[in-house]
């Protein structure tokens, strides 16, 4: 078969296994993900009610192309210009756009590792370079590094803030900084799924820029601070002209009804939100305490989740998981990435954790 070559080379995306099908194996009554950065919160109640109030007797009409309920709340809270905002099944779906829009064979993209792989993943499709950076010692991107890697072909550049798996944060100015610094027709995105888990620093945002730089691009999702992951919406801030252009290559009906219902009425309710921030942030800061009376290596996180290193890393997850705490392993050798769970579940694993190197 005469498929892209590229895709012949690919190896396949291997999801995590369905949680009941684990359990089953493992012979465990229940398993609390914290590999995935999921909202252990769960969603607005006002979402359920709003999903039930949903019309079911629209089920048979495409759904409001631009998002327009959704798009008026984003901007309003923002200080936007509708025109700026494009709309993705999840975060996800924005980046194929972006990948889409602006990588040509032979083009190159900038990514700081470790980071999210769907960025390389697309780039890849694409038939692009990936060009990667490493991050500096304290899990923090390498901004000159960075500058000193952009070519004429490079045409992206990827900056994950609060980055996934290091939970490292960049300030605005430094963005900016760089921003400056970068040569127009090099386009930066800037993925803020958690941004809102910011605690250290306020605005957290990079979202002024997009109305200052033509090249700067900023995505969020509706799937970790609002709890709504499986509804898949996802967003990105463009300058206007740039946001004409990717509108062109989006599906016209990408993100259906119940999912911009659920997203509205997530959005509506920041009290919600602001609630999970707090909690998070508090239990965040008792894990880092833990690790550093523990002795144990950790970046220090701005996120719903920690990476710390341990050379007992396969051990101490599988010791977790008999348990019934799943964690993500595979990031980097030595390192593990915890998503931050239910202050109980944290106190257990804690203990599990604590007990594991007082038995070595
Ligand atoms: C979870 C995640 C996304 C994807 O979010 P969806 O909206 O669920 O597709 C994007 N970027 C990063 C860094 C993430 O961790």
């Known amino acids: 078969m005469n498929m892209k070559k590229i895709?012949?080379?690919?190896?396949?995306?291997?999801?995590?296994?369905?949680?009941?099908?684990?359990?089953?194996?493992?012979?465990?009554?229940?398993?609390?993900r914290l590999s995935a950065n999921e909202n252990p919160y769960g969603t607005s109640p006002k979402v359920k009610e709003a999903?039930?109030?949903?019309?079911?007797?629209?089920?048979?009409?495409?759904?409001?192309?631009?998002?327009?309920?959704?798009?008026?709340?984003v901007v309003e809270k923002?200080?936007?210009?509708?025109?700026?905002?494009?709309?993705?099944?999840?975060?996800?779906?924005?980046i194929v756009m972006l990948s889409r829009v602006f990588l040509q064979p032979g083009d190159e993209e900038l990514v700081s590792v470790p980071t999210f792989s769907e960025y390389a993943l697309h780039a890849e499709i694409e038939e692009a370079i990936i060009k990667k950076v490493a991050t500096k010692e304290n899990g923090q991107i390498d901004f000159s590094a960075l500058l000193k890697n952009i070519t004429a072909k490079t045409k992206l550049i990827w900056l994950c803030n609060?980055?996934?798996?290091?939970?490292?944060y960049e300030t605005v100015s430094s963005i900016e900084k760089f921003v400056q610094q970068v040569p127009k027709e090099t386009m930066v995105l800037v993925d803020e799924a958690y941004i809102d888990f910011v605690?250290?620093?306020?605005?957290?945002t990079t979202m002024?820029?997009?109305?200052?730089?033509?090249?700067?691009?900023?995505?969020?999702?509706?799937?970790?601070?609002?709890?709504?992951?499986?509804?898949?919406?996802?967003?990105?801030?463009?300058?206007?002209?740039?946001?004409?252009?990717?509108?062109?290559v989006r599906l016209p009906y990408n993100v259906s009804s119940i999912a911009q219902?659920?997203?509205?009425?997530?959005?509506?309710?920041?009290?919600?939100?602001?609630?999970?921030?707090?909690?998070?942030?508090?239990?965040?800061?008792?894990?880092?305490?833990?690790?550093?009376?523990?002795?144990?290596?950790?970046?220090?996180?701005?996120?719903?989740f920690i990476f710390f290193e341990t050379e007992l890393a396969q051990d101490l997850a599988?010791?977790?998981?008999?348990?019934?705490?799943?964690?993500?392993?595979?990031?980097?050798?030595?390192?593990?990435?915890?998503?931050?769970?239910?202050?109980?579940?944290?106190?257990k694993i804690q203990q599990i954790i604590e007990d594991f190197f007082a038995k070595i």
Not at 274 to 302: D, I, M, P
């Open 7 to 32: 895709i012949q080379e690919l190896s396949p995306y291997i999801p995590e296994k369905p949680l009941q099908q684990l359990q089953e194996e493992l012979g465990l009554e229940k398993i609390v």
């Open 51 to 73: 999903v039930l109030n949903w019309n079911y007797d629209l089920s048979n009409r495409y759904p409001d192309s631009s998002a327009q309920e959704l798009r008026n709340l």
């Open 78 to 94: 923002f200080s936007l210009d509708p025109s700026q905002i494009v709309f993705g099944v999840g975060l996800d779906e924005v």
């Open 162 to 168: 609060p980055n996934n798996p290091t939970g490292t």
């Open 199 to 204: 605690t250290e620093k306020t605005p957290a």
């Open 208 to 248: 002024d820029l997009t109305k200052k730089y033509p090249n700067i691009v900023v995505m969020r999702t509706f799937s970790k601070a609002y709890g709504l992951a499986n509804f898949r919406v996802g967003y990105a801030v463009f300058s206007s002209q740039v946001a004409g252009e990717v509108q062109k």
């Open 261 to 304: 219902t659920a997203a509205i009425a997530a959005f509506k309710d920041q009290n919600f939100v602001e609630q999970v921030v707090a909690k998070n942030a508090l239990e965040r800061t008792k894990y880092e305490q833990f690790f550093q009376r523990l002795g144990l290596n950790f970046y220090h996180s701005q996120a719903n």
């Open 318 to 347: 599988q010791t977790l998981l008999k348990s019934g705490y799943l964690l993500r392993t595979g990031l980097r050798p030595n390192w593990l990435r915890l998503s931050i769970g239910m202050p109980e579940d944290n106190i």
